[in-house]
């Protein structure tokens, strides 16, 4: 069994004083959260993408990049990517780098997402909800299967035997 911890990094209020802390102090707070979760033995943190105000983290890969360089073997984990409205060679490459950064030790969970705040914000329309994610995961998943890929679909632009880099250190990268 494995047992670890998720969070949006969400920025909370001080009922007291009704102050909210900054997306700076929460995303330096869930780096400390992973340091902690690694020196008390949990195996995995999972971190969600939200594009929201009282969320910080619109970015997980990052967050999770600077937890590794500060940890050494617990796994670092989205908890989801919105992949519906990403773009999956880009998700592939950032989660690709915190594999090598972290000594594989990354996971990329991927979603459609049940907060809709991306989608308008990255010009998608929630009519394509499942085509979206349908298309986008095939994609990532002919990413992480094939070195050089060839693919057409609806929502992104052709690859034609386009080499896709960095490689992850796993093989395969964990994708959910």
């Known amino acids: 069994m494995e047992l670890g911890l998720t969070s949006f990094a ?8 009704g102050e909210t802390m900054s997306h700076g102090e929460r995303l330096r707070n869930v780096i400390e959260e992973i340091v902690k ?9 999972g971190l969600g993408e ?3 105000v009282d969320m910080a983290a619109s970015a997980p890969a990052i967050t999770l990049a600077a937890a ?9 984990s989205s908890a989801v990517i919105v992949l519906s409205s990403a773009d999956p060679v ?12 972290s000594n594989g030790r990354a996971e990329l969970m991927a979603g459609r997402g049940s907060f809709i705040e ?3 914000l990255f010009g998608y329309s929630l ?6 994610f349908t298309e986008k995961l095939e994609l990532l998943l002919e990413l992480r299967d094939n070195e050089r890929v060839t693919w057409n ?13 960095p490689r992850p250190q796993q093989d395969p990268l964990p994708i959910w």
């Open 10 to 17: 969400e920025t909370h209020t001080d009922p007291g004083s």
């Open 37 to 45: 979760a690694e020196e008390v033995g949990l195996d995995v943190y």
């Open 50 to 52: 939200h594009h929201r």
């Open 68 to 76: 590794a360089a500060r940890t050494k073997k617990i796994r670092l």
């Open 90 to 101: 880009r998700t592939f490459q950032d989660f690709a780098t915190l594999d090598l950064i």
């Open 118 to 120: 991306s989608f308008p």
């Open 127 to 132: 009519g394509d909800y499942d085509d979206l």
């Open 153 to 165: 679909g609806q929502f992104r632009a052709p690859l034609e035997d386009q080499p896709v880099y």
